[in-house]
């Protein structure tokens, strides 16, 4: 048996199963759900070394998880005075029919657990952690690597969250024409968070977690495939900026890491490996996003990842980046954003009246706030470009960026030393 297909098939068929019997059970039942399928992966490990793995796995997984939950429901007392749907006044066979298992109701679920997981009662931090554990089917360990902490901590969040999940009865259930606006915000910002975990990963070890961006994306794209009998629709125009986004960011993920895993700059980047399929799909789904009552974060960051998607490195590209980056500013003021426009301004009037743009953010405690800086001043002020490599070194966390960071501290070293009289 290959080794790698029972972990493979876990990362594509756990949301969908724990999504389903939950749809079918209730949300409060989510921790049962999870043992569930975690019991019928178990069985397929033990069932397929010993005997084979069946014609079609999928299928044989789906009839485990059917039969597992078939059994609780019939012999854990308490879960069947909780269940919802009353199964419980049904048939047993009745009950096998209302698990169904077709595709679309898996997409049907997986679309109910993103809203509720993503519910505004819950904090955004635990709505990142619950979507990589429920419908990116993380482990604990995985959760606690690409979020930086400990599994004590992701343990203690994934708690609360379904606490207050509980707490609050919060129904598994799309949201209705009314709420749709708000809602759907909610699931965008984790969404948008949870590729942002990937593509920016703070793990010490990884510069990018493409599979926490696959799965990101994959979301997005299920609310702007999903056509409900009811007309209800999610494909609004943000919902395509931040696929859009994702594809062009997506497109310069061979280009971003070396040979060896490190960090590779945007200037230093091979063009030739940047992904041209990614990008035209971005294309399109930026064409959808267009809209002239609707401008999001989503649709100007969307643009900002286009042009630098152009491979020539041209005036007139830096200064709409420029003018882009002004205008999220004023909708949106993040740190970052803040900073990526002095690179930006760097590149339109030059590093030297870049420095006072860079400065007057006084974001010292900032890793990227130094990096700049260094950058910055690396050929106008030797010392002061290394004081602030040195800071920024303090102030890094991942064995990439400390590679990147100690590399431009050896050039301006050996910089000063041949300048010096």
Same mark, same amino acid.
Request: glycine share 4%; charged share 20%; with cysteine.
């Given at each position: 048996?290959?080794?790698?297909?029972?972990?493979?098939?876990?990362?594509?068929?756990?949301?969908?199963?724990?999504?389903?019997?939950?749809?079918?059970?209730?949300? !409060?039942?989510?921790?049962?759900?999870? !043992?569930?399928?975690?019991?019928?992966?178990?069985?397929?490990?033990?069932?397929?070394? %010993?005997?084979?793995?069946?014609?079609?796995?999928?299928? +044989?997984?789906?009839?485990?998880?059917?039969?597992?939950?078939?059994?609780?429901?019939?012999?854990?007392?308490?879960?069947?005075?909780?269940?919802?749907?009353?199964?419980?006044?049904?048939?047993?066979?009745?009950?096998?029919?209302?698990?169904?298992?077709?595709?679309?109701?898996?997409? !049907?679920?997986?679309?109910?657990?993103?809203? @509720?997981?993503?519910?505004?009662?819950?904090?955004?931090?635990?709505?990142?952690?619950?979507?990589?554990?429920? /419908?990116?089917?993380?482990? *604990? !360990?995985?959760?606690?690597?690409?979020? /930086?902490?400990?599994?004590?901590?992701?343990?203690?969040?994934?708690?609360?969250?379904?606490?207050?999940?509980?707490?609050?009865?919060?129904?598994?259930?799309?949201?209705?024409?009314?709420?749709?606006?708000?809602?759907?915000?909610?699931?965008?910002?984790?969404?948008?968070?949870?590729?942002?975990?990937?593509?920016?990963?703070?793990?010490?070890?990884?510069?990018?977690?493409?599979?926490?961006?696959?799965?990101?994306? #994959?979301?997005?794209? /299920?609310?702007?495939?999903? %056509?409900?009998?009811?007309?209800?629709?999610?494909?609004?125009?943000?919902?395509?900026?931040?696929?859009?986004?994702?594809?062009?960011?997506?497109?310069?993920?061979?280009?971003? *890491?070396? @040979?060896?895993?490190?960090?590779?700059?945007?200037?230093?980047?091979?063009?030739?490996? +940047?992904?041209?399929?990614?990008?035209?799909?971005?294309? #399109?789904?930026?064409? %959808?996003?267009?809209?002239?009552?609707?401008?999001?974060?989503?649709? /100007?960051?969307?643009?900002?990842? +286009?042009?630098?998607?152009?491979?020539?490195?041209?005036?007139?590209?830096?200064?709409?980046?420029?003018?882009?980056?002004?205008?999220?500013?004023?909708?949106?003021?993040?740190?970052?954003?803040?900073?990526?426009?002095?690179?930006?301004?760097?590149?339109?009037?030059?590093?030297?009246?870049?420095?006072?743009?860079?400065?007057?953010?006084?974001?010292?405690?900032?890793?990227?706030? #130094?990096?700049?800086?260094?950058?910055?001043?690396?050929?106008?002020?030797?010392?002061?470009?290394?004081? #602030?490599?040195?800071?920024?070194?303090?102030?890094?966390?991942?064995? @990439?960026?400390?590679?990147?960071?100690?590399?431009?501290?050896?050039?301006?070293?050996?910089?000063?030393?041949?300048?010096?009289?």
């Amino acid at each position: 048996m290959n080794n790698n297909l029972i972990p493979q098939l876990y990362r594509q068929e756990y949301s969908k199963m724990v999504s389903l019997l939950c749809s079918r059970f209730g949300i !409060d039942q989510i921790d049962t759900a999870e !043992d569930i399928v975690s019991e019928t992966f178990l069985a397929a490990a033990e069932t397929w070394g %010993q005997k084979g793995v069946p014609g079609n796995p999928v299928a +044989w997984l789906y009839k485990v998880a059917r039969n597992n939950a078939l059994n609780v429901l019939k012999h854990n007392k308490v879960f069947r005075e909780r269940v919802k749907d009353n199964l419980v006044q049904q048939t047993t066979a009745h009950a096998e029919q209302e698990l169904d298992f077709s595709e679309q109701s898996i997409i !049907d679920s997986q679309l109910q657990m993103l809203f @509720a997981v993503c519910h505004p009662s819950i904090p955004v931090e635990a709505q990142v952690c619950l979507s990589l554990r429920i /419908l990116c089917g993380f482990s *604990i !360990d995985e959760i606690a690597q690409a979020l /930086l902490t400990t599994k004590a901590n992701i343990n203690k969040r994934l708690y609360r969250a379904k606490e207050k999940l509980r707490a609050e009865n919060i129904a598994l259930s799309l949201p209705g024409n009314e709420a749709i606006t708000s809602r759907l915000n909610s699931v965008l910002v984790t969404l948008y968070l949870l590729f942002n975990e990937g593509y920016y990963s703070a793990g010490t070890d990884t510069v990018l977690r493409k599979d926490l961006c696959v799965e990101a994306m #994959h979301l997005v794209y /299920l609310l702007t495939e999903y %056509q409900a009998p009811s007309g209800l629709s999610f494909a609004k125009p943000d919902v395509y900026a931040l696929l859009a986004l994702m594809c062009f960011q997506a497109s310069r993920f061979e280009a971003r *890491i070396n @040979a060896t895993g490190g960090l590779v700059l945007y200037e230093q980047q091979d063009r030739s490996l +940047w992904n041209q399929e990614l990008i035209n799909r971005g294309n #399109h789904f930026f064409v %959808q996003a267009a809209n002239r009552e609707t401008l999001s974060r989503y649709h /100007l960051e969307a643009a900002i990842a +286009w042009w630098h998607t152009h491979e020539k490195d041209s005036l007139e590209k830096w200064e709409n980046i420029l003018l882009l980056y002004n205008k999220l500013l004023i909708l949106e003021y993040t740190p970052i954003a803040a900073l990526n426009r002095a690179y930006a301004f760097a590149r339109v009037y030059g590093k030297e009246k870049a420095i006072p743009e860079a400065e007057a953010l006084r974001l010292t405690g900032n890793l990227f706030y #130094h990096s700049l800086l260094g950058e910055l001043y690396s050929e106008l002020d030797t010392t002061k470009a290394i004081h #602030h490599c040195k800071q920024a070194l303090a102030l890094t966390e991942t064995v @990439a960026e400390r590679a990147v960071i100690t590399g431009k501290l050896k050039a301006l070293t050996e910089a000063g030393k041949h300048n010096s009289p």
